[in-house]
């Protein structure tokens, strides 16, 4: 049959919101909140990890496989970022120091984000009648590449403390910045303690818009900017033809490649956005695994 139709991907509901607290020299790369509660469920993951070493045939049950995935994904992942984090601080440092180095350059600092993308690819036929009974009956093959970002520019306000980048105050002030020991960090800490806004955050991005109007770093932002971009290559995969005296299959060579762009300015109201999220291989794997945890709790009962 005819190949889909398939157009370059939108700008998601807030895009404007999360871009802002993404790209905000203010953000915080630790959430001591956060780390005081991997701190506080070490012992527990650490005698969960030994009753699994104990009897590793638990694994193979489904309930035993559910909570050993649950306990990777939410316990023992997040609490290794934070040791890796905490051990690469001075480079997370010098970082945000490059970025304010920008940020008073004169230019500002123009930042970039991925926003998403996919690849798709499709096969097609279709038949033409010819003379004396022949059918010819022509493959296509397609690849479709698509992907989107965002773009923006911050811009300083003032100076708190005054601005130089070896001045003892301002990088201890910076060090705070990115240990999250802030006001938006301690927010964003908190917000991710409570239990399911990790499920919240799927739906919505209303837990950025602490982050998006931070200002640790004194600084505003400017336009912000959508793009999205979408390469067709389309190759013929031969032809065959049937019917009449001649019959074969035919190969032919070459390629047709259409691009098309999309450029959007977003608006200077920061509004969270409402989403249906697509569900990836983690996303299925945690709900299935929080189904079987669900579906034994019951049985339980029953």
Partial sequence: GALPFIDVLPA???WVLTLVARTNPSRPNLNPPEMLQNLYELPRMIRGLWDFLKHPKTIFTPRGAANNYLGVQFGWIPFIK????????????????????QLHSGKGLRRRVQMGGDTQTAVASQQFPGLNSIIVTAHNSREIKRKCWATIR????????????????????????????TPEGLFK?????????WLIGWFTNVG???????????????????MSQMIITTKPAGFRVSGGLKIGTYRQYGEHVRTKKTRIIGSTTLT???????????????????????FHTLALFR
């Fill in 208 to 226: 950025s818009y602490a982050l998006a109007q931070s200002n640790s770093v004194p600084a505003q932002w400017g336009e912000a900017c959508f």
């Fill in 154 to 181: 911050w811009k300083p306000t003032g100076n708190l403390p005054v601005y130089h980048p070896s001045d003892v105050r301002y990088r201890s002030h910076i060090r705070n910045v990115v240990l999250g020991l």
């Fill in 272 to 294: 969270p956005g409402v989403n249906m999220p697509f569900l990836d291989m983690f996303k299925l794997s945690v709900l299935g695994a929080l189904g079987v945890q669900r």
């Fill in 12 to 14: 998601p509901s807030g």
């Fill in 189 to 197: 800490g908190l917000w991710a303690i409570i239990p399911w806004t």
């Fill in 82 to 101: 934070d040791l890796t984090d905490l051990l690469d601080l001075q480079g997370l440092i010098d970082k945000r120091l490059k970025e304010l180095n």
